[in-house]
Each structure stands twice: as structure tokens, then as C-alpha cells.
């Protein structure tokens, strides 16, 4: 079934610890997100691809870093964890054209303690 | 800055009709999407609105006027499985989707 897969499902991370969040899509899209999404917030994007071997900043990038080295992989890689980065984490992707539509994974729970 | 504004909760008898309504203020507009999200599930894509009007899909219509800022989604034939968030984003000049915070619809039998 073509769509988007994450990885893992949720995760408890101990403050300081490296963590990468994985992201893999199956439909040949070109550009792809990461977002978070907090209780009572919007989902606010972290950084984008909009083709393989480009990335991009979104509103929160800090504290994240993300590789686009192919088209289908995109993960999210957080260097030395902080609570504050208790969060959902959504990846999604799109094909071309400003009327696509987001495809989003089913997201990562992580708790940073 | 840019601002989404949504109610934040909703409830509405099943068999009934609801309207979220979602504002907007951006610099710049690409059109207005609307998205369904289920407790503890990723958002699926519902409706895009471009051009000033109503468009119907199924059970679901989705108005934008682009003058006042402002779009509705419409639900009818409420059923138990609609309780859901429905969030509202849009696309600005620079192509970025700015997300509304989202509205949680409550459907009561």
C-alpha cells in the first residue's frame, strides 16, 4: 500500500540523547516535511525538502537537523534532545503543484525526559 | 504576522448539520485547505479552496471568499465518525502552509 511510513511509533528519550526519527515514502514525490504538533498549536514545520539532495528550514528548525539523500528518505535527526521537544512529530510529503495535497505518516510520539 | 483562527471546540447532534469556520490574515494567499484529523492519527486531506465559492464533495462543502479572509467547511448528515479535529491551513505568497491550531467537533447522538 503506497504511502508514507515513520519510525518508530513513539519513543521515551532520556535530555541529551542523539535521536533520529525515520521517514520513508513509497508514492515518488519530490517534496517532503517534517512538523510538529503540540496541544493547542498549529502544526509548525521544522524543515522541507522539495527534491532529493535540497533541504530547507521551516519555522522551528532549531535543535533539528534533516538529509534528503534520495527521494524517498527524509529523517529528522535531533543532535542532544531537550524537553521541550515533547511533541508529535509528522512527516509528509506532496508531488508538484501548489493544489497537492499533504500525505502525512502516522506520526512519532516522543517524550523527552 | 500571519494568524489561522478556528474554533477551538465544536459539538453538533448526529444527523444534524455543523459549519467550521476558519479566518485567516497572510501575507498573500495560494489557496485554503482543510484537513480531518482523528484522535491520535495523522490528518487526511479533505478539501482545497482556491477561487471564491462553494465546492461540494459528498457530504462536505467548503466555501472561500478571499476578499473577507475567511472560509467555511460545512458538514452534513452528521454521522459518530466525523468527531474529529478539523484543521485549516494556507498557502502563502512563498508557498508555506500556515496551519490554524485546528477544531475539535464533538458529535452527540
Known amino acids: 500500500i503506497a504511502g508514507i511510513t515513520q519510525a518508530p511509533t513513539s519513543q521515551i528519550l532520556a535530555a541529551g540523547r542523539r535521536m533520529t526519527l525515520r521517514c520513508t515514502q513509497d508514492?515518488?514525490?519530490?517534496?517532503m516535511y517534517w512538523y510538529r504538533q503540540d496541544l493547542g498549536l498549529g502544526l509548525r514545520l521544522i524543515h522541507y525538502s522539495n527534491t532529493a539532495g535540497t533541504t530547507g528550514k521551516g519555522e522551528v528548525p532549531d535543535g533539528y537537523s534533516v538529509s534528503r539523500a534520495n527521494t524517498d528518505d527524509f529523517p529528522l535527526t535531533l543532535a542532544s534532545a531537550v524537553p521541550s521537544q515533547t511533541s508529535v512529530y509528522f512527516c509528509?510529503?506532496?508531488?508538484?503543484?501548489?493544489?497537492?495535497?499533504?500525505?502525512f505518516g502516522n506520526g512519532t510520539r516522543l517524550t523527552v525526559t | 504576522g500571519q494568524n489561522i483562527d478556528q474554533p477551538t471546540e465544536m459539538t453538533a447532534t448526529e444527523g444534524a448539520i455543523v459549519q467550521i469556520n476558519c479566518t485567516y490574515q497572510t501575507s498573500g494567499f495560494n489557496g485554503l485547505f482543510w484537513y480531518q484529523q482523528h484522535a491520535g492519527e495523522a490528518p487526511t486531506f479533505l478539501s482545497y479552496?482556491?477561487l471564491d465559492g462553494l465546492e461540494e464533495k459528498g457530504r462536505f462543502s467548503s466555501f472561500l471568499s478571499r476578499s473577507k479572509g475567511y472560509s467555511y467547511l460545512l458538514l452534513k448528515e452528521l454521522q459518530m465518525k466525523d468527531s474529529a479535529s478539523y484543521l485549516c491551513?494556507?498557502?502563502?505568497?512563498?508557498?508555506?502552509?500556515?496551519w490554524g491550531a485546528g477544531t475539535k467537533l464533538i458529535i452527540k447522538p
Open positions: 479552496n482556491v
Open positions: 508514492m515518488r514525490h519530490n517534496a
Open positions: 509528509a510529503s506532496s508531488s508538484q503543484g501548489t493544489n497537492s495535497p499533504l500525505h
Open positions: 491551513a494556507v498557502m502563502d505568497s512563498n508557498y508555506q502552509l500556515i
